[in-house]
């Protein structure tokens, strides 16, 4: 009766269907016993009547037990019983001629619904020991002989076997019958619940759209029907687009506002694709459009204006009237490529150049992208082992006193010379660097190496003030660059005071928290921080506040003409007055001409650097720079203190 290893509330379900099954064999039992009673009292059958009345007691017991929770007591007394009591009818009537023999069959099912497999195999076993026994007796002529007529009482004697039979193979039926009800409904069940995964997975929940990887799976599908038509027939293209204005509803609006166009975007699309058209939300703000069996290029280029048109119009959400726009990249296969990967890269790369040709532009993929994604991969797989092979160097570009003209710095700037691809210029390695997360390594590197050329000139006595070095936003992100620094400065025993890291505002726009923390590290190091490029960003006054910077490096696209420009003058001059009532110093980069650095020094910039002074560098070079500059003879020059900096 134990019912191990069933989980407890299925072991209560269990116990209550076998309660039930109890009650009702039971009572069938009782009913039964009452009538054989009235039967045999009736037939004057004294001792039969008494073994009748014994078992109805003992029913009544076993009933009892039930009643008080004890349920495999009451089974095994009920089974016992009515074993024990068939074999005494038969003993002292008929022997194996009796007709209660075929009761067994009864108590065998009973024993089925009620007893668990051992007890039934013994049960099973006393039934067929008893009738052998009882068979072997009547053999040996000691069993009962006499074999009696069959008459009304045997009528109704099978009647009520019968139908305490029918009692228990009805509630068996029926317990099946549930059972299977149960399983039917709970595979329903499942095959409902398995359907919303494999939506969930290959669909947006916001939009309802699929999604990547559903987009995957039907262009491949698509491609590979293409694949199947003769060459020349038909094309396919791939539609990348992505809304102008996103980020900006977003934090001007609010998220929700952003969700709600999102959904709205996923239905204009939708109405204005065709039947064969596959749409998907890629990610974020961008959407996937595949537009398969293309026959002629005019339709496409038509259906392209469509998209931008609808999506041009203003939505309408929660009572406003919200506006966007949408770029759109294109590829076709098989004219760019044949592979999903690739499509989608050319697709990419052609939406960039639609996103530079204004908001709600188009541009299809051409062979100038072409070669310029292989040349960005030619310059990944080249800067993979430049700097095992030390193809890497540092060129160095003084930065100087805007009053006294002397030396205040120098800034480290990365120089690549690969064997294969000769000189690459930082703007070009630099970017792929940072995609490819190859800057990380790069530019511990530069640190390094700025650190150890640092601590060479310190020693030979050429005053050089401070190294700066470059850092680019990919550097931030493993959260440890204060403590790469600390490592750094450790190892090559260079004075964090001489060092300082030059940021661009773009990392400051990151992950702001993060940088932040960094930045404030890596000040109580001693080192210190400018701004590089101001100007070329957002240049947004409210991050000199928020972050911890020592100094602000004006971009020189606003130098070039200050001299004609009374405009680019007076943002100079507000940047370097506003710089030092926050207690930053100023550099002015790319100053070409004397009267710019005249003018610089008029307006009281602190700092310059540029070629009017000497381009970046080798070390070797700046040395010979120094002494020529008269700055190699360490007595003779005086470091210039900026206001404020620690020494
Ligand atoms: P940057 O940090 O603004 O560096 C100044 C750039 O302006 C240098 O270009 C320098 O050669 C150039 N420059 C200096 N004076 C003049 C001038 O008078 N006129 C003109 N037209 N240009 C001048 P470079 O060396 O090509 O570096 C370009 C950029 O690459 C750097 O801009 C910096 O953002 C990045 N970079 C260089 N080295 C590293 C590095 O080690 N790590 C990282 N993350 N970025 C680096
Ligand atoms: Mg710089
Ligand atoms: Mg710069």
Redesign the pocket.
């Known amino acids: 009766m134990s019912d191990r290893g069933v989980p407890p509330t299925e072991e209560v379900d269990l116990q209550a269907l076998r309660r039930r099954r109890f009650r009702i064999i039971s009572r069938g039992c009782a009913l039964a016993l009452a009538c054989l009673l009235v039967q045999f009292l009736h037939a004057r059958t004294p001792q039969l009547s008494g073994i009748v009345l014994g078992l109805l007691c003992a029913l009544v017991v076993s009933m009892l037990l039930e009643k008080q929770g004890r349920l495999s007591l009451a089974v095994y007394c009920l089974v016992s019983i009515m074993t024990g009591s068939i074999f005494g009818f038969m003993y002292f009537s008929e022997g194996v001629h009796d007709f209660a023999l075929v009761v067994f069959p009864l108590i065998l099912v009973i024993g089925s619904l009620l007893l668990d497999l051992r007890a039934f195999i013994a049960l099973l076993a006393v039934i067929a020991a008893g009738t052998l026994a009882m068979t072997g007796l009547e053999m040996s002529g000691s069993g009962p002989v006499q074999v009696a007529r069959a008459g009304t009482g045997t009528m109704m004697d099978i009647v009520l076997v019968l139908g305490v039979t029918a009692v228990a193979t009805w509630t068996m039926a029926r317990d099946w019958q549930d059972a299977i009800n149960k399983a039917v409904r709970e595979a329903a069940n499942a095959k409902a619940a398995q359907a919303d995964f494999a939506h969930l997975a290959t669909h947006d929940p916001l939009t309802g759209l699929p999604n990547r990887t559903h987009a995957r799976t039907a262009i491949d599908a698509a491609l590979a029907e293409l694949a199947a038509q003769p060459a020349g027939e038909a094309r396919l293209a791939i539609l990348f687009l992505d809304l102008d204005n996103f980020k900006q509803i977003n934090d001007s609006l609010g998220h929700l506002v952003g969700d709600e166009l999102l959904k709205a975007v996923a239905v204009r699309l939708a109405d204005t694709i065709g039947p064969d058209d596959f749409c998907c939300r890629f990610g974020g703000d961008e959407f996937l459009l595949l537009v398969p069996r293309i026959t002629d290029m005019d339709a496409l280029r038509r259906r392209l204006l469509a998209l931008v048109a609808a999506i041009g119009q203003p939505f309408q959400i929660a009572g406003n009237a919200v506006h966007s726009s949408v770029s759109i990249g294109v590829s076709v296969a098989p004219d760019n490529s044949s592979q999903f990967d690739h499509l989608l890269q050319m697709a990419d790369t052609a939406l960039y150049a639609a996103k530079d040709a204004g908001p709600g532009s188009y541009w299809f993929f051409d062979i100038e992208m072409k070669a310029a994604v292989a040349e960005q991969l030619t310059i990944r797989n080249g800067l993979l082992n430049a700097l095992e092979r030390q193809e890497l160097s540092l060129?160095f570009?003084p930065k100087v006193d805007c009053f006294r003209r002397k030396l205040t710095g120098v800034?480290?700037?990365?120089r690549w010379n690969s064997p294969l691809l000769g000189s690459i210029?930082?703007?070009k390695f630099?970017p792929v660097a940072?995609t490819s997360g190859l800057?990380v390594a790069?530019?511990a590197w530069?640190i390094e190496e700025a650190c150890r050329q640092g601590l060479q000139w310190q020693a030979s006595g050429l005053a050089f003030g401070r190294i700066a070095?470059?850092?680019?936003a990919m550097?931030f992100r493993g959260g440890d660059l204060a403590q790469q620094v600390a490592g750094i400065l450790e190892r090559t025993g260079f004075p964090a005071t001489r060092l300082e890291l030059?940021l661009?505002e773009s990392i400051l726009l990151g992950d702001a928290e993060n940088v932040r923390a960094t930045c404030i590290a890596l000040r109580r190091l001693g080192v210190r921080l400018s701004i590089?490029?101001f100007g070329t960003g957002y240049s947004s006054l409210s991050y000199l506040r928020r972050f911890p910077v020592d100094v602000l490096?004006i971009?020189?696209s606003f130098l070039s003409e200050i001299t004609q420009s009374p405009a680019d003058l007076a943002i100079v001059g507000a940047i370097v007055r506003m710089s030092h009532d926050l207690g930053l110093e100023v550099v002015a980069?790319?100053?070409?001409t004397e009267p710019v650095a005249s003018l610089l020094g008029e307006i009281e910039c602190d700092q310059m650097?540029?070629?009017?002074f000497a381009?970046?560098m080798p070390a070797a070079a700046f040395v010979a720079w120094a002494e020529a500059a008269g700055l190699a003879a360490p007595s003779a020059i005086a470091l210039a203190q900026p206001r404020g900096a620690p020494n």
């Not at 070095?469 to 680019?472: A, G, P, R, T, W």
């Not at 980069?589 to 070409?592: H, I, L, N, Q, S």
């Open positions: 060129h570009q800034e480290a700037l990365l210029p930082p703007v630099i940072e800057i790069i530019g530069v070095v470059n850092l680019s550097q030059e661009t590089d490029d490096k971009d020189r980069e790319g100053v070409e650097q540029g070629y009017l381009r970046p």
